[in-house]
């Protein structure tokens, strides 16, 4: 008699344990069904992903930059060209998932990431990252700068669930530009990118075309070739220019890691312009306005930079 009656309680212990597993199998489920989505619109497709993605790999450093001020971890970064300030994600947390230009697609299937952030450099490899997880393509528009950037950082926040620090963070870097453009009413400048020894300029609407259409420094050359990689200049030009402002990036110095743009520049000719007469030769740290443009880093950053150097 007693074991018949410990077989019935055996039994009745199985049910309540399988009913209880399959509720909480149920459970489970209905978590997963319940998880809220969000669909991304941008210039390579549509692209729909669960919010706060536990597993994230981006290729622009904007976004990094962005995503780092937010708090957001990351799983994997390309990390040949991280720009000094992130060199966190050097260490051994994040995975290495190749060269901006070159992808290591078997190291991104290692990571498994549920979300896949690309740019430029990679827009032609887009269905490639999106056979392997819902992938974002984002970009600057240099002619709308500020808007561009707001909208990614939007996007970005919205996917996180940051969009009240994020939109706090925007506003203090609208009230500094507004603050900034007091300071460069009256100047006049020109931006130029130092590259193996030679120099592109930059003017309104190009790619650090910021400095004046959203910064308020006067272009003292309205005529320059919009382009992504400038109009190649000379010396001479720079002379006949004679800007109050001469800004210049040294990409050799992300680039090749070898700082290059004050022997370029500082020559007998530009040392004869009301730059360098007069001090006003910037050399802006092309972290900022090179690698990882767009972030809320860098264009605070940047801001801070045009601003201190006002006289």
């Known amino acids: 008699m007693k ?5 019935i309680m055996a039994g009745l212990l199985l049910l309540l344990a399988a009913c209880g597993n399959e509720g909480e199998a149920e459970g489970t489920s209905e978590e ?11 210039k390579l497709g549509e692209t729909t992903v669960e919010k706060n993605p536990e597993k994230v790999v981006v290729f622009d450093f904007g976004t990094l930059d962005t995503l780092d001020e937010l708090g957001v971890e990351v799983a994997g970064v390309p990390k040949d060209s991280l720009p000094s300030y992130l060199s ?12 901006l230009k070159e992808p290591d697609f078997e190291e991104i299937y290692e990571v498994a990431p549920d979300l896949i952030i690309i ?45 009240e620090e994020a939109q706090e963070k925007l506003s203090t870097i609208e009230n500094h530009v507004e603050s900034l ?55 001479e030009y720079i002379l006949e220019q004679n800007p109050e402002y001469l800004f210049v990036i040294d990409r050799d110095a992300v680039v090749n890691d070898e700082p290059a743009a004050k022997q370029t520049i500082e ?43 006002m006289k």
């Not at 074991?3 to 077989?7: F, L, N």
């Not at 997963?32 to 941008?42: C, F, L, P, R």
């Not at 910064?215 to 309205?222: E, N, S, W």
């Not at 000719?269 to 900022?288: F, H, M, R, S």
């Open 3 to 7: 074991k018949i009656t410990w077989m």
């Open 32 to 42: 997963k069904e319940e998880k809220e989505k969000v669909t991304i619109d941008h």
């Open 88 to 99: 966190d994600y050097n260490g051994d947390d994040y995975a290495h998932v190749g060269g």
């Open 119 to 163: 740019s430029g450099r990679q827009m032609d490899l887009y269905e490639e990252f999106a056979e392997i997880a819902p992938t974002i393509y984002v970009e600057l528009d240099a002619e709308n700068y500020m808007e561009s950037f707001e909208g990614n950082v939007k996007m970005l926040a919205e996917i996180f669930d940051k969009e």
């Open 181 to 235: 453009k007091e300071k460069t009413a009256e100047a006049e400048g020109l931006i130029v990118l130092s590259n193996g020894g030679k120099v592109s300029a930059y003017g309104e609407g190009s790619r650090f075309g910021i400095l004046h259409d959203t910064f308020g420094v006067q272009a003292v050359d309205k005529t320059i070739d919009v382009a992504t990689h400038g109009q190649n200049v000379s010396f």
């Open 267 to 309: 020559n007998d000719l530009v040392k004869q312009t009301t730059a360098y007469e007069e001090g006003q030769i910037v050399y802006l740290d092309p972290n900022y306005w090179y690698l990882s443009g767009g972030g809320l880093q860098s264009v605070q950053g940047m801001v801070d930079e045009i601003e201190s150097s």
